[in-house]
């Protein structure tokens, strides 16, 4: 690799627009302040979001690439030629960290394969910030994405990751379409046992912020006082 060429920064974004930029280390500010090519989920809501971490940075500098479920496979190298150019790249998520549970992740092995330097930044990720504050097991877990739609093979599912949380001691993470939650909760909490430990964790880092770990039958007495509608959550379980 030349050393005039460009790096693959991993840009982290806020869980949400009504927290403060104070959970960013202002590390992300001098990379988007000094990078002018990324790839991006959305690109109004990417130039939204550098627009307030450098109100000053000239939005017509600006090239985006967009790389979403209706990306063709065959555009992505593309996207790393800048940085043969000589220019940093910046991949940005709509929220949280690049690479987990994020598309961003098939940029990065490209990126290796073109022994292009890739710099991770520090920033705010719903999975690992629900892990911490879960208290299940921090030593092993899994995140398992999202669950099947069919309602009898999301219960097998359910079943499944409850008997590898209890033979292997591992926390089983998933998440769920925000609008589909409350029914998620509904079909754990019927398909558990009810010892089972459950954490729900909503808003992360957001003002609204909700999180919660009980016994399946705790979550019994309360579930109707919940409303998860449209609000991104994580759900995460553990049989001891």
């Not at 109707?224 to 759900?235: A, E, M, Q, T």
Request: one cysteine or more; glycine letters at 4%.
């Amino acid at each position: 690799m030349s050393e005039n060429t460009g790096k693959l920064f991993l840009i982290p974004a806020r869980l949400g627009d009504d927290i403060k930029l104070e959970v960013l280390p202002i590390s992300i500010k001098k990379v988007i302040e000094n990078t002018d090519h990324y790839i991006v989920e959305n690109e109004k809501t990417a130039r939204r979001f550098i627009k307030k971490v450098s109100p000053t940075k000239a939005q017509a500098s600006l090239v985006m690439n967009t790389l979403n479920k209706f990306t063709d496979d065959m555009e992505l190298p593309s996207f790393l030629t800048p940085c043969f150019d000589g220019h940093n790249v910046g991949i940005l998520s709509e929220a949280g960290c690049p690479g987990i549970a994020d598309p961003g992740a098939d940029i990065v092995q490209i990126a290796h394969q073109k022994n292009i330097t890739v710099v991770p930044l520090v920033g705010p990720s719903s999975i690992l910030l629900a892990m911490m504050s879960s208290g299940m097991n921090g030593q092993g877990f899994s995140f398992n994405g999202y669950l099947p739609i069919d309602k009898q093979e999301r219960k097998q599912k359910i079943k499944h990751l409850e008997r590898i949380s209890f033979e292997q001691n591992q926390s089983q993470l998933f998440i769920e379409t925000p609008y589909r939650n409350d029914k998620l909760v509904e079909d754990l909490i019927h398909t558990l046992h009810p010892n089972t430990r459950l954490c729900i964790a909503v808003d992360i880092t957001l003002t609204t912020e909700y999180i919660k770990t009980l016994r399946v039958t705790e979550w019994k007495n309360i579930k109707n006082s919940l409303d998860l509608h449209k609000r991104p959550c994580i759900f995460i379980i553990h049989k001891d």
